[in-house]
C-alpha cells in the first residue's frame, strides 16, 4: 500500500567478512545442524546451509513494505461527470456499436496543479546552516502561486485527487491520498513541495532492481549480523531469514541471494564501489538504486579489452588463435551490479552518478579450459561460489547521467 496515511563441514560460527571493519553483505555458506524451530514449515528431505548477513543485506531480501520519502509536486484533479457528460453517456447506449461515433464520449475533466519550485540541489553539510537554509525555504513557500490554486478547489465538485511526486533521480511517480476531498486538498496545502513518505511492497521492485532510499545507511552496523538458511523442504529448496527473535522470514526468489553474493564479491574487488559506499555510511553520497543487469551489451573485442585480459595476454604471450577464442568467449554470462548514487555536494546539481562491476560467470571460459589451461586456472582463483555459479570481476565502468 502506498503511504502517507562449498565444504561439507558443520559449522554454526560463520565469520561474516571483515565485520566490524568495514561494509560487508554476505558470508560464505556452511553446513549446519538443522533446528526445527528455525525452518519453514514442511518436510526437510536435505542438508541445512547457514549463511550470515549484514543489516543491509537484510533490508535488500526482507520482503515486507518499506517507506521511502519523494517530493510532493502537485497533484491531478479528478471531477464528478457535469449532468450534460452522464446524459451523453446514457444516451450513447442508444446506437449501435458502429455508430456510437455520433454521440462522442470524452473523459471526465481533470486538472493538473504543478509547483513552480524547483528542487534545491544544495544541502549544506553543516547542521546549523541546514536549518537556517531550511527556515528560508519554510519562509518563502506561501510564496508560490499553487497555493492559490489549491485554496480555490471546490472540493464538492472534486471526485479524487492523486499526488504527483518527483525523486532525485527525475522519476514521477503517483501517490494515493486517504480521506475526502476535502481532507485531500488541505493535504496537499500543508505537504506540497515537501518530502512526504511513500510506501513500497518491499526493496527488490522489479526484476535485479532494489530502492535504497528506504535503507538508513548512515545507521549501518557491521557488527550487526543476521542468519539466512537455505534448507530442502518436501524435495524443494529455499531460503529464509531469521531474525535474533526467531521470526522467520521467507525468500521467495533463490535470484536475491545470487545477488547479494555477488554484490558482497564487487565489495570486495572493486575498490571504488567500496569507497562509495563508505561514503554513503559518512553521508557524502546519497544512494539511489541497486540494479542486477543479466542482459548487458557489452562487446569485447581485441582492440577492446578488459585491462585483466591485456595483462593476461601480456604475462602469457598468446597467439592470435587463441587470443580470438578468449574473445569471443568475453561475450558470454555476463551481469553487471549498478550502483546508483548522487554525491551530496554544492554545486546544485543532482545528476547520478553510476558505478558498475561487470561479473562473468567463469562457465563462459569452459570452452578454453583445454587449450589454455593457465589462464583459465589463473582466473578460477579470482572467482568465487554463488548460488548461481562462480564469477570473477570481469572489469568495472563508471558514469554520470547527464
Known sequence: MIAPKETDVVDSKINPPDAGQGIWIISEGRFVDPDPSCLLPGKLTGPVKEYRISDMARYLLNPEPIEVKKRLIGCEIHYFPTGFEKWRTRFRRFFPGNRKGIIREEETAAGLILTRRKEP????????????????????????????????????????IVGLCHDPGGNRSCITIPGTPAEQIRYMIDNIDKPVCVGLEKAHIAQGLFELNGYDFTGYNPANIHRLLKCFLDGKPGFCMVDADQTIRRVEDARLVQYMQLFE?????????????????????????????????INYSRSCLPKIFKEIFDAHRLGETAKAILVDNLNHHQIGVAFHYIPRDADGEENIHTDISVMQDLRALEPIR????????????????SEGGRFYLLETIRGVQK
Not at 370 to 382: G, H, I, Q, V
Open 370 to 385: 583445454e587449450e589454455l589451461p593457465l589462464l583459465y586456472s589463473e582466473l578460477s582463483k579470482r572467482a568465487a561460489f
Open 121 to 160: 540541489g544544495y544541502e549544506p553539510r553543516d547542521l546549523r546552516l541546514k536549518q537556517h537554509v531550511e527556515r528560508i525555504r519554510e519562509a518563502v513557500r506561501p510564496c508560490d502561486p499553487v497555493f492559490t490554486e489549491l485554496e480555490r478547489l471546490d472540493p464538492d465538485r472534486i471526485e479524487a
Open 265 to 297: 564479491q564487487s565489495i570486495r574487488n572493486n575498490g571504488k564501489l567500496r569507497d562509495c559506499l563508505e561514503a554513503c555510511i559518512k553521508g557524502r553520497l546519497r544512494p539511489m538504486k541497486l540494479f542486477f543487469n543479466d542482459k548487458l551489451e
